[in-house]
């Protein structure tokens, strides 16, 4: 079946560590999105790519960086320069010819301590 | 303000119960989308709809684009049915396909 992935399901860094989250899509779509959700609120963009070798800044872009050098795959880096990174994070693709548009991962749960 | 209100934040009902979620939007909008997240944090895609009504099971959604509102119902409602539901727009506004969120509708369904 096709979705998304998104791996490890919790992750732990120490303060000052950069860190990687994974997101890996095998529908075929073109664009990708990164977000970030706290509780209480709704998500927010962090950075979306519409098509491979291009990405472009969301609304909370400062302290993330990404990449996407392979249509399948859209890295999220969070950097030691991000001043809350804990948080709970989803990727997103879409294709809105399909009936619902969007297909969501399962997040990946990030704690620094 | 938030460029997408949902109501209520919070709603406890009994099972069997017929439930309504509300959002309001102030953008124009190419699209509205309802989600559901479960505890375990993942989103599922409801609904994608421009005009009119979808239904698909005991779920029903609903937009009035003149008004700027869409509600959600569940019909029969069941505990399974516990989770946050989320409205989303797609704004004519912003550049690409990018989503705007409201803060979520917690529902919790008691047997």
């Known amino acids: 079946d096709g979705g998304i992935t998104q791996s490890p399901k919790y992750l732990f860094r120490k303060e000052g560590q950069n860190v990687t989250l994974s997101c890996e899509q095998n529908?075929?779509?073109?664009?990708m999105y990164w977000y970030r959700q706290d509780p209480g609120q709704g998500l927010r963009l962090i950075y979306y790519?519409?098509?491979?070798?291009?990405?472009q800044k969301g609304d909370i872009a400062e302290g993330y960086s990404v990449s996407r050098e392979k249509k399948e795959s859209f890295p999220l880096t969070v950097t030691s320069a991000q001043k809350n990174p804990t948080a709970f994070y989803l990727c997103?693709?879409?294709?809105?010819?399909?009936?619902?548009?969007?297909?969501f991962g399962s997040g990946t749960r990030l704690t620094v301590v | 303000k938030n460029e997408v209100e949902q109501s209520p934040q919070n709603l406890t009902a009994q099972e069997g119960e017929f439930i309504t979620i509300n959002c309001s939007y102030s953008?124009?909008?190419?699209?509205l989308h309802w989600l559901q997240q479960h505890p375990g944090g993942g989103i599922v895609s409801l609904f994608m709809?421009?005009?009119g009504k979808k239904k698909h099971g005991r779920l029903i959604a609903t937009i009035n684009i003149q008004e700027k509102h869409s509600s959600l119902h569940i019909t029969a409602s069941h505990p399974r049915d516990s989770a946050v539901y989320i409205c989303?727009?797609?704004?004519?506004?912003?550049?690409?396909?990018?989503?705007?969120f409201g803060e979520g509708t917690q529902l919790t369904v008691n047997p």
């Open positions: 989303a727009v797609r704004s004519w506004e912003t550049s690409g396909s990018r989503l705007t």
């Open positions: 790519s519409q098509i491979v070798n291009d990405f």
């Open positions: 529908l075929n779509h073109d664009a």
């Open positions: 709809l421009s005009s």
């Open positions: 997103a693709s879409s294709d809105l010819d399909s009936p619902y548009g969007y297909t």
């Open positions: 953008v124009g909008i190419s699209a």
